[in-house]
């Protein structure tokens, strides 16, 4: 395809360009959304924990108050 007079030509195919840059952010994006989603997985079994000992409950969940020592 002829560009047109007065019309200003960079770069005849900018959609590939700017596919392969979408992709590359759309991984990205995946990535961090998954070290994201570890994150707060690791979160919440830190809160768990923490609750457990603060409420007494016993690692195999019975609720049994922890014998002092």
Do not use: C, Y
Not at 12 to 39: F, H, M, R, W, Y
Not at 48 to 65: E, H, I, K, Q, Y
């Amino acid at each position: 395809m002829e560009p047109q007079p007065g019309h200003h030509v960079e770069n005849p195919q900018p959609d590939q360009q700017t596919g392969a840059k979408l992709e590359k952010l759309g991984s990205d994006i995946e990535e961090g959304t998954a070290e994201i989603v570890g994150g707060v997985g690791q979160l919440a079994l830190g809160l768990a924990s923490m609750f457990a000992r603060v409420f007494g409950v016993n690692p195999d969940n019975s609720l049994t108050p922890p014998k002092e020592t």
